[in-house]
């Protein structure tokens, strides 16, 4: 008998319409199938679900409920018969489009089946499952070749990236995934494959997807073989390493411009392993300490330069390693009469370490400090007063000459950050004053001013001269003023006396030219007229009388002049002078 006829016998077929909730068709055998006849169902259309055991009833009663059109539903359960028999049965259930519009037809295909069998059948079926399951969760790629390189599987990991369904792959040449330019390279991966069972071939390529792209993808491909050792088929696992590769390649860039960078940089750059022997050196490294760094990869630190040991930078090697801490310090190697600035970097490792030359400015620094000194000493030894304020008018800087004067001046002595204003020893007006003498500065006018003070002590009055300059920074910008004054009294007092003296030789001028040429003309006449031939000539007698009246005149005006020009100016107003 035919295998058809044998299962139809073993069958039964009852069509259900849903709409009208009855029975449109049954096998005439239904009753050696399920236990009731066809009549039974026809009277009671319930009893398709009502001979289902209580247990599983309401199971098959949800899962029919939600069956989709060529979907077809397979259960295993036992029903209880027309005389109260327990029977199992399988049941393959699907929907049918009925006679009439719009009615749907459930259809039940029953057959007994052995339990024992069913619960092998269920496990079976459950571990093809979660196989099925796993496989298509993995994130690898797992494909199949049969031995003429015609997909038979792949996992939806693999159709998911390439853009296939299922039924567009199956059956197909892997050569339409393979881009032409590696089909050779894959055909004999392929084959290296199938003459080689169980040998495991690597393989990287590029894999091609329905739209085009191409991905990176890296394989291990096996044969699989039958139990006659015969190969039936190929399979592989693989994954998309396309982001991978890209990653790789930016750290390689990254890599190459960082090398770039260390080789092209002005410090110093090494680094040691744990057994503190150099493993990478920079150019600068190898001008700095004269070797090469054929000379120093691979040996040790302390043996290739032992005048380290003892010193700073041993200590701070040795205790970054141990701390797995950074380490930063300046020192100097005297052997080189060099300064260094060193960060030393714990890695697992051993230590990366930035050497900077800091000679220069660590000299040029010193040269700071060496005329800052000076000029501190050259200011505070002058009697000048030099200080200055900043934009809110508080002291910034004031030499000792200024802190001594104003703490004469007012019997209190200022100190960097305080504002002049604040200092009770002024008065009102005079504090008013120096603000705006300060704001003028500020706004940025350079001018000098007197100004006068009286000395506390003798009552004199001091005059001092003082100059007010802006500071500006870089940029243009003023930042503050800064004051020089020094004391003028006395060059006020000797330009006084010099002014007076010039006076005093203006009238010694004027007495000169009106008094005292009138006489010396007399005398310079009578001498002329006097007979020198004959000197005890008569007349001479005459002559000689004048010349005592005239001698006695000039006489008389030297005194004058003598009096009036150094112990006073009473002729003045009597000669009328200027």
């Given amino acids: 008998m035919p295998d058809n006829t044998v299962s139809f016998l073993n069958e039964c077929t009852i069509a259900f319409d849903v709409a009208q909730q009855q029975i449109v068709f049954i096998s005439p055998n239904s009753k050696s199938v399920v236990g009731y006849s066809p009549s039974c169902f026809y009277k009671d259309p319930k009893l398709l679900f009502d001979m289902i055991g209580a247990d599983a009833r309401q199971k098959v009663v949800d899962e029919a409920g939600t069956l989709a059109d060529e979907e077809q539903l397979e259960l295993y359960y036992p029903i209880t018969g027309a005389n109260d028999e327990k029977i199992w049965v399988r049941d393959r259930k699907s929907l049918a489009e009925g006679a009439q519009p719009g009615h749907r037809i459930l259809l039940s295909v029953f057959s007994k089946y052995d339990p024992a069998a069913a619960k092998a059948h269920n496990e079976a079926r459950l571990r093809e499952h979660f196989l099925i399951s796993l496989i298509d969760s993995q994130t690898n790629f797992m494909i199949r ?14 159709l998911k990236t390439l853009g296939y369904k299922k039924t567009e792959l199956i059956g197909k040449h892997f050569s339409v995934v393979t881009i032409p330019q590696e089909m050779e390279m894959c055909q004999k991966a392929f084959l290296n494959c199938v003459k080689h069972p169980g040998k495991v071939i690597p393989l990287a390529h590029k894999k091609r997807d329905k739209a085009g792209n191409l991905f990176d993808t890296e394989w291990e491909f096996v044969s699989v073989a039958n139990e006659d050792g015969v190969v039936i088929a190929v399979q592989g696992i693989g994954h998309d390493v396309t982001e991978k590769l890209v990653v790789e390649r930016e750290v390689k860039a990254t890599g190459e411009k960082l090398d770039s960078f260390i080789e092209s940089i002005n410090d110093y750059f090494f680094i040691l392993d744990t057994d503190w022997k150099f493993t990478r050196v920079n150019a600068a490294f190898e001008k700095v300490c004269r070797k090469t760094r054929e000379e120093l990869i691979g040996y040790n630190i302390w043996e290739m330069f032992p005048v380290l040991k ?34 030393v970097y714990p890695t697992a490792e051993g ?12 000299r040029a620094q010193e040269e ?27 002291y910034v800087y004031m030499n000792k000459a200024y802190r001594s004067q104003i703490a004469h001046l007012t019997g209190i002595e200022p100190k960097a950050g305080d504002y002049p204003s604040l200092n009770k020893g002024f008065t009102d007006a005079e504090r008013e004053t120096w603000n705006n003498y300060y704001k003028r500065a500020l706004a940025g006018e350079r001018y000098t001013i007197v100004s006068e003070s009286t000395d506390p002590g003798s009552n004199k009055l001091l005059s001092f001269e003082i100059s007010f300059n802006p500071i500006y920074k870089v940029k243009g910008d003023i930042t503050g003023v800064g004051c020089f004054g020094r004391n003028i009294t006395e060059w006020l007092e ?40 004959n000197f005890f000539n008569p007349d ?39």
């Fill in 368 to 394: 700071g400090i060496w005329t800052k000194n000076n000029l501190e000493a050259l200011i505070n030894n002058t009697e000048d007063q030099i200080w200055s304020v900043d934009k809110e008018m508080r």
């Fill in 540 to 578: 001479n007698q005459e002559i000689i009388a004048h010349l005592l009246t005239v001698g006695n005149e000039i006489d008389g005006v030297i005194r004058l002049i003598v009096d009036k020009t150094i112990i006073g100016d009473q002729s003045k107003d009597k000669y009328q002078l200027p």
């Fill in 351 to 362: 230590l990366t370490v930035f050497m900077q030359d800091i000679s220069e400015e660590k």
């Fill in 145 to 158: 070749f049969d031995i003429g390189g015609c997909f038979t599987f792949a996992n939806r990991q693999f």
């Fill in 310 to 343: 003892g010193t700073a930078f041993e200590h701070a090697y040795r205790k970054a390693a141990s701390e797995k801490t950074i380490i930063r310090f300046t020192e100097h190697i005297e052997m080189a009469n060099m300064w260094f600035n060193t960060t």
């Fill in 494 to 533: 000797t330009e006084k006396a010099i002014v007076d003296q010039n006076e005093r030789l203006r009238h010694i001028a004027s007495l000169t030219s009106h008094e005292l040429r009138r006489p010396v003309a007399s005398m310079l006449g009578l001498i002329n007229i006097m007979d020198r031939v």
